[in-house]
């Protein structure tokens, strides 16, 4: 009789993705492991972090289209990608493909 429709989820992401697209818009679209948990999960600052913590946190990261960029100690400096898909430097044009420049 009724046609029930599917809950897709959240529409603007989960707490854990908007928290990390505070810290990336905070810290120029740059952030480390140890920065983006203070962001994502604040009730674990001070305390410990699980794997779980760090799986479910890596999973909204790629989710809004961040990547690891390189190591910073134990953990990793994560940026988000510009539109084009590209990780670029922070501050630097990124150009299109095919450019000639």
Not at 72 to 77: A, F, K, L, N
Request: contains cysteine; glycine residues 14%; charged residues 30%.
């Amino acid at each position: 009789m009724f046609s029930r429709r599917r809950w897709r989820g959240p529409a603007l992401g989960g707490p854990l993705q908007r928290g990390a697209r505070f810290c990336f818009a905070a810290h120029d679209g740059e952030a480390s492991t140890a920065r983006l948990t203070e962001w994502c999960r604040p009730e674990l600052v001070g305390g410990r972090v699980k794997k779980w913590h760090l799986s479910n946190q890596e999973r909204a990261l790629h989710s809004i289209g961040a990547r690891k960029v390189r190591r910073d100690g134990r953990g990793w400096v994560w940026r988000l990608d510009d539109g084009d898909g590209s990780a670029t430097e922070p501050g630097t044009i990124s150009r299109l493909p095919g450019d000639g420049r």
